[in-house]
């Protein structure tokens, strides 16, 4: 009978159902501990459908969900649209305060590379090892983007280890942060940042777009809409745009990024020993990273008097602002007086543009 | 012929150099716009047509 031959039940292989666990294990972090439900609530739900045999959502040219993907993230649609977004949440005062911060930013990229090497040795391919190394950026559209330029079959996995990862912040960053810096580094206030006028603000998006798209124009995707949303905050004139592109839009591609990340990670393309490789190097990443901020921040303090609490450098991986909240949280266990909030938010920003540089010169290199 | 030696080595060198000019732009940027903001006050937002 052709009812039962169309029976989904019938199809169902032993590798669709441990996708199926991983699905709700995903949508559990979501709902039940809310760990990055914005993003882990719609990749578990994508993960559960295109585990579900015969329902076709990821046929090339014809699923509904394959459509999402091509046309979002293979396109490089949805990426730079959050970019938009996550611009116009960015306020870049603190950084502009501060400007040495932002090589802090940039010293947190020695993880992305650091794994990049390690993936190598694992056998992985050039493009792969790249993707898996952005993994240690903590920036989710960002590895996202890299992974469908450059290795589209780790995407999935790639896509759930970052942000899998940004959200256990909390649990990952406070033991390198204690094992690298001492009670006294952790005490250092440090000075009144001075106040950065709304000029510095105008033009930095402008200026900034103008200096980085010149030095590595493969960026030019993210880097761009990224300012471009950054430009919308600041000049305060186009209100009605700068709230859609941090609200309406943003939730609107998160929900087909989600969806479309989530379907791509099919039993076949998940459940290889890989997979586990990827799980394994992109904390190695993750901790590299926050390492290598909090080290700079400890050279830095051996050149200047005016001294940086070597907490802030762990806020140079992406994961805005959870990584500056982190920061903030373990130097108030030493000192709560001690305010680093707003002084770990100058290299949270500047990690999304060295993240989304890092990304650019990878495809540069090796698309 | 790229190698992960040569990806390496312009990554940790293109990254470094892009963030140190930014460094020098918001520098000089502080400088040029605090001397703007001296002589001048933002003009009020107008109102959006579209």
Avoid at chain 1, 169 to 198: F, G, N, Y
Avoid at chain 1, 270 to 288: K, N, P, S, T
């Amino acid at each position: 009978m052709a009812f039962f031959e169309q029976l989904g039940i019938l199809a169902v292989t032993p590798g669709m159902v441990v996708m199926w666990l991983v699905a709700l294990t995903l949508i559990y972090l979501a709902v039940g501990r809310e760990y990055e439900p914005l993003l882990l609530l719609p990749i578990g739900f994508g993960i559960l459908v295109a585990n579900l045999p015969l329902t076709e959502l990821m046929t090339p040219g014809e699923g509904l969900i394959w459509r999402f993907y091509h046309y979002g993230v293979e396109w490089e649609v949805i990426p730079p649209l959050i970019f938009l977004g996550l611009g116009a949440h960015t306020d870049f005062g603190p950084l502009l305060s501060q400007p040495r911060l932002i090589f802090l930013g940039a010293a947190a990229q020695g993880g992305v590379y650091a794994t990049f090497f390690a993936a190598q040795a694992f056998g992985f391919t050039l493009q792969e090892s790249a993707t898996i190394g952005i993994i240690g950026g903590a920036d989710g559209p960002t590895t996202i983007f890299l992974a469908a330029q450059l290795a589209p079959h780790l995407l999935g996995a790639c896509a759930v280890a970052a942000y899998s990862y940004m959200a256990l912040v909390p649990i990952i960053q406070p033991p390198i942060m204690r094992l690298l810096t001492t009670e006294q580094e952790r005490k250092i206030r440090m000075k009144k940042a001075r106040k950065v006028t709304v000029r510095e603000k105008l033009w930095f998006p402008v200026t900034a777009t103008i200096v980085i798209l010149l030095l590595v124009p493969a960026s030019a995707p993210l880097m761009a809409m990224f300012m471009l949303g950054n430009l919308f905050r600041e000049s305060k004139v186009v209100e009605r745009l700068t709230d859609t592109a941090q609200n309406a839009l943003m939730n609107i591609t998160t929900i087909f990024l989600g969806v479309a990340v989530g379907a791509t990670m099919s039993a076949d393309a998940f459940l290889r020993g890989d997979v586990i490789f990827i799980f394994g190097l992109g904390l190695a990443a993750f901790c590299v990273s926050t390492a290598c901020g909090l080290l700079l921040a400890k050279l830095m303090n051996l050149f200047t008097n005016d001294k940086i609490n070597p907490l802030v450098g762990a806020a140079g991986v992406s994961a805005v602002p959870m990584a500056a909240r982190v920061v903030h949280k373990v130097g108030a266990e030493a000192d709560k007086k001690n305010y680093l909030l707003m002084f770990a938010m100058g290299p949270n920003v500047s990690g999304v543009i060295g993240t989304v540089v890092a990304a650019g010169i990878f495809l540069t290199m090796l698309e | 012929m790229v190698t992960a030696f040569s990806v390496f080595i312009n990554g940790i060198s293109g990254v470094f150099t892009g963030i140190a000019v930014l460094y020098l732009m918001m520098k000089l940027l502080a400088i040029v716009a605090d001397r703007s903001t001296a002589d001048s006050t933002p003009s009020a937002p107008k109102p959006t047509t579209l």
